[in-house]
């Protein structure tokens, strides 16, 4: 990303970056949960969905058809109280699990992607901030994974604690860039170029 807003001149208008980025993600990915809907509905209705509260199954259908929830469904649980549905901090013990009502299951990534889509254009020149999310992602990591343990969902689907991951990549590109524009043989490089001319 780092690479593409500092490239791109088109990206310098976010609502630009930001159609872009949702053409890319949800025209592929309409059409996998259509293909998807269509390969296993005898197996999604073999699913009890009998056993999730209103509110869960809600969650469920939002989840499948805008991608955002898919990651947070790993964190809730059905109940029968006034909500229908609360936190859980190990999926594995609620029953029904609602990710097993996931049409793509491993689209859970993707809003843990369109979150830091969501970001990036209005952090990405303020390195102080980026520095600082940095550090409180990494934090934030060792406090959950310490608190509930290093497990899944702790340990790489709560976007806290993955976004340290996607904010090194445009720290590299910075890292990049210096070294191309500050290196041995990006002098070398301008010597040859100045000669010539």
Known sequence: MGLVLNENLHYKDRRIFYSARIARIYSSYFIYLFFSVIVIL???????????????????????LFIFG??????????????GIEFTPNFRESFPQLHSFLVIPQAWSL????????????????????????????????????????IDPWNYRFFPNALFIFLTGTL????????SQNSFFSRIDSIKRATVI
């Open 42 to 64: 005898p197996i999604l209705l073999t699913r009890d969905w009998k056993s999730l509260s209103f509110s869960s199954f809600l969650v469920v259908i939002f989840a499948n």
């Open 70 to 83: 898919s990651d947070a469904i790993m964190f809730l649980q059905s109940t029968s109280n006034r909500l």
């Open 111 to 150: 809003p843990l992607e369109l979150t830091f889509y969501l970001l990036i254009p209005l952090i990405y020149k303020n390195r102080k901030i980026i520095y600082l999310l940095f550090t409180l992602s990494i934090v934030s990591r060792v406090v959950t994974i310490t608190y509930f343990g290093n």
């Open 172 to 179: 590299l590109f910075d890292l990049y860039k210096y070294i």
